[in-house]
């Protein structure tokens, strides 16, 4: 069902992703193609031309725009794919729409780029501490298991911590992952505790 697209409200910013493109037509000036996913209300991607929904797909979705396609893909932590395909092979990535969250966090890292490389550190060291603490407790999950235990043993993690600390790491562990989300980064190792999102 076709609908117009909603002004964003500040307060769907951590939901809600637009990115968008200004697309030239055969015989025409051209028009402004949108892109919209919002996570509160689903995970499907909405294609808008010049505000009017012409196309909604699930993710991983391909829409057809003028001379190509749109590729979208999002995981749980944000948008991991936003690029306009070409049919002759091109491919670039759509800017965010002022007032998104991605476009805040782009405006920063033009405004306040040593700002912008400590934040990103900071995610990285809190993504890794997670990793390291993470490995050793989910292999005493796993051999906690009765046939796993019965093949390969048991495993006790060397680390024991107190419920403040482990809350405190998973809510700092989702606020570097969205981070990395917004920068589009994206490291085998650094990024291994947050791949199952993407599954």
């Not at 509160?40 to 725009?65: F, K, T």
């Not at 998104?100 to 966090?105: H, K, M, P, V």
């Not at 934040?119 to 292999?139: F, K, Q, R, S, Y």
Request: charged share 20%; no cysteine; aromatic share 6%.
């Amino acid at each position: 069902m076709s609908r117009r697209l909603r002004p964003l409200r500040r307060h769907q910013i951590l939901t809600r992703s637009l990115y968008a493109a200004h697309l030239p037509e055969p015989g025409g000036p051209g028009a402004m193609w949108t892109v919209e996913v919002d996570q509160a209300e689903d995970w499907d991607a909405r294609l808008y031309r010049d505000g009017e929904q012409v196309a909604r797909a699930e993710m991983p979705a391909s829409l057809p725009v003028p001379g190509g396609r749109i590729e979208v893909d999002a995981g749980l932590y944000g948008i991991t794919r936003m690029h306009l395909v070409t049919d002759d092979g091109g491919e670039r990535r759509l800017p965010p729409v002022p007032g998104t969250l991605e476009y805040r966090r782009a405006r920063l890292a033009r405004r306040s780029p040593a700002v912008s490389r400590t934040i990103a550190a900071v995610a990285v060291v809190v993504l890794l501490v997670n990793l390291v603490l993470a490995v050793p407790v989910g292999l005493e999950m796993l051999t906690g298991i009765d046939a796993v235990a019965a093949r390969f043993g048991t495993f006790t993690s060397p680390f024991t911590l107190p419920g403040w600390l482990n809350t405190g790491l998973l809510v700092a562990g989702v606020l570097a992952a969205a981070e990395r989300a917004l920068t589009w980064r994206r490291h085998r190792v650094v990024d291994a505790e947050t791949i199952w999102t993407a599954l």
